[in-house]
């Protein structure tokens, strides 16, 4: 008898609704970086250095990791929806919070603590019920609508902060209003598209699912994590973050220089979404390909701060942002194969988490030496992506299998 002979709940509902959980994904990832671009105003307005800033934007990771560790673990006993909803909300309210921040350094730190808290929530609660509305067997389509989500939003974010920053009025308030303004309206369009069952279904957890950040994967699962998930899951953010950040910061002094940032931004998080197709030709070697382009961007990007040059910024950026996008897209893969209803909030979060540690990568580029002197550190850290990239290939094919054959042990355990 035919396999279409016997319906599949799962993909029913997903069908008509997963776009509810990417509007929710895109409505928190377009917040994350609207702050990005305004770093030069806010150098200017509060009178702090590189590292003030890179600290900043580092605190977001405190908030994150509480969120990540303990909010998916909460969505798999409670359900998503009943999480998802408030850390959307929140995500709104942390881009008010921006608005105090204008005048006062401990706002800004305050308001990123607070974006991370929400996104963290959003992001590992969303992923995995848009993997859930999708249906089990249907892993890549999952991995690319929710890597898609993101990285457009992460590109709208910072381009329309710098349009905004440099050509607009209330540089640092309006692009915070119109996220603010835009929540609103994906979350409204989230409800009515999901009116049809699938927030009920959401708000139904796993009875007994642990609320402590545990995979509870088996010995050969737990291998996989940790060889291969947790170096794809490091270089998702640590590529595109440096684009973001440092690489513009490194031009000084520039004509439309917010404009500038935004721009940067745009394109290095854009080419996050742009490559997620390739991501389906690429199979089992996304995760490789995505940190070797990512030592790319490093290496050039050494050669974009030695000559100043805007160009080779734009290109290094552009393949910072591939290169994560490929491994978010890896990462999330692989995360749907290891988990099960039952840890699958869980383990989106802990991936998240070790994702987010690629945020240091800004300060440690800036913390020791001058913007001046950043060619060393870009170095370094092309060097550390090279060696990842080639023990990635090497793991490949055995990571591949053991995550098939874990996969199917742990579906037999829920």
């Not at 150098?43 to 509480?66: K, S």
Request: glycine fraction near 12%.
């Amino acid at each position: 008898m035919s396999r279409s002979a016997f319906p599949n709940p799962a993909r029913e509902v997903g069908d008509r609704t997963w776009w509810a959980a990417v509007a929710l994904l895109l409505a928190a990832a377009f917040g994350t970086n609207v702050s990005t671009p305004l770093a030069l105003l806010y150098r200017d307005q509060l009178h702090v250095g590189p590292t003030v800033l890179t600290a900043v934007f580092g605190v977001y990771a405190l908030g994150l990791a509480p969120s990540l560790l303990f909010g998916g673990p909460a969505s798999d006993r409670f359900g998503r929806t009943r999480l998802l909803l408030p850390a959307t909300v929140l995500a709104a309210l942390a881009s008010l919070i921006f608005l105090l921040g204008a005048h006062s350094t401990p706002m800004l730190f305050l308001a990123r603590f607070v974006q991370g808290l929400a996104t963290g929530a959003v992001f590992s609660v969303g992923s995995a019920w848009l993997q859930e509305l999708l249906g089990g067997s249907r892993a890549a389509v999952a991995a690319r609508r929710g890597s898609l989500a993101l990285n457009v939003g992460f590109c709208l974010g910072p381009l329309t902060a710098g349009l905004l920053g440099q050509y607009g009025p209330w540089p640092l308030a309006l692009p915070y209003l119109v996220h603010a303004a835009l929540v609103v309206v994906l979350l409204a369009a989230a409800l009515r598209i999901a009116r049809h069952g699938a927030w009920s279904s959401g708000r139904t957890g796993t009875a007994g699912a642990s609320l402590l950040p545990r995979a509870q994967l088996l010995p050969a699962a737990r291998r996989i994590f940790r060889r291969r998930l947790i170096p794809t899951a490091i270089c998702v953010y640590a590529f595109p973050s440096v684009g973001v950040i440092v690489l513009p910061l490194a031009l000084g002094s520039l004509e439309h220089a917010v404009a500038f940032a935004g721009v940067a931004g745009a394109v290095t998080l854009g080419a996050g979404a742009l490559v997620q197709p390739f991501a389906h030709v690429l199979g089992e070697r996304t995760a490789p390909a995505g940190v070797a382009l990512g030592a790319a961007g490093y290496g050039l990007g050494a050669v974009a701060v030695h000559s100043t040059s805007l160009g080779l910024v734009l290109i290094s950026g552009f393949l910072l942002g591939a290169g994560g996008g490929l491994c978010l897209n890896a990462g999330l893969v692989l995360v749907q194969r290891l988990s099960t209803a039952r840890t699958r909030g869980a383990c989106n979060g802990l991936f998240y988490t070790w994702a987010y540690l690629g945020f240091a990568a800004p300060f440690l580029a800036t913390a020791f030496v001058g913007i001046d002197e950043l060619v060393v550190p870009m170095l370094l850290l092309t060097g550390l992506a090279l060696a990842t990239a080639v023990w990635l290939s090497v793991d490949t094919r055995a990571a591949a299998i053991a995550a098939r054959v874990d996969s199917q042990r742990l579906a037999k355990r829920a």
